[in-house]
């Protein structure tokens, strides 16, 4: 089955400690990328990346890093979290870069405490 | 960059009534308009898309139409059930050739009352 996969679904830390929410895809999808889910703001882009080792910031890059190793994986990383990452995380990705379907993730909730 | 503004934020309806969700954009390099249902606790997923060179889509219930010239796109559900009960989000991608962002609007609830 064609699917984006988050791990993990929920997840509860502490600010400061570092964490990685995990995102791969099967469907040898070239664009991937992170959205963070907030009330009245909708999706906001936190980083993109149009193929494997080639990685570019969103609109709300800050206190988060990514990384494209392999063409199915696209890890977010929180070095230290803080409660203001509080939020729900969704990875997607497009099988190129143009006006295609983006495919969603199922949704990481992240609470910072 | 790309700013894709959405209202109503909140739309409730009558069962069988249409509903109507309008978003604007600012950037004329935009030529691709996708729609995205999200219901609770899932994912969104897309429920139609329009390209620049379309003026309107229809797809059984739901119909999206684009005016280039103002800027602004609708999305339109007719008969609706309470199965359309949901947050819809509009898109706005730009194709530059480089980063190609897909902007999202805020959001409308809608709310379909029996």
């Known amino acids: 089955e064609a699917q984006v996969t988050q791990n993990p679904r929920y997840l509860i830390t502490v600010t400061g400690k570092k964490l990685t929410v995990t995102c791969s895809q099967n469907?040898?999808?070239?664009?991937m990328s992170w959205y963070r889910q907030d009330p009245g703001l909708g999706l906001r882009q936190i980083y993109y990346?149009?193929?494997?080792?080639?990685?570019d910031k969103g609109d709300v890059p800050e206190g988060y890093k990514v990384s494209r190793k392999e063409k199915r994986n696209f890890p977010l990383i929180l070095e230290s979290p803080s409660p203001n990452q509080t939020s729900l995380y969704f990875c997607?990705?497009?099988?190129?870069?143009?006006?295609?379907?983006?495919?969603f993730g199922q949704g990481t909730r992240l609470t910072v405490v | 960059g790309e700013n894709v503004e959405q209202h109503p934020s909140t739309l409730s309806v009558q069962e069988g009534d249409s509903a109507v969700i309008k978003c604007t954009y600012s950037?004329?390099?935009?030529?691709?308009f996708p729609w995205y249902k999200q219901e609770l606790g899932k994912r969104p997923q897309l429920i139609i898309d329009?390209?620049?060179?379309?003026g309107e889509k229809k797809d059984q219930r739901i119909a999206v139409t684009l005016n280039k010239t103002a800027k602004h796109f609708s999305l339109h559900i007719t008969e609706t059930q309470p199965e359309d009960s949901a947050v819809y989000f509009c898109?706005?991608?730009?194709?530059?050739?480089?980063?190609?962002?897909?902007?999202f609007g805020t959001g409308t609830q809608l709310k379909v009352e029996l």
């Open positions: 990346s149009m193929n494997v080792e080639v990685t």
């Open positions: 898109a706005a991608l730009p194709f530059t050739g480089g980063g190609n962002k897909l902007t």
């Open positions: 950037d004329s390099a935009s030529n691709y």
């Open positions: 329009i390209r620049s060179n379309v």
């Open positions: 469907m040898n999808h070239e664009y």
């Open positions: 997607a990705s497009r099988p190129r870069a143009d006006n295609t379907e983006a495919f």
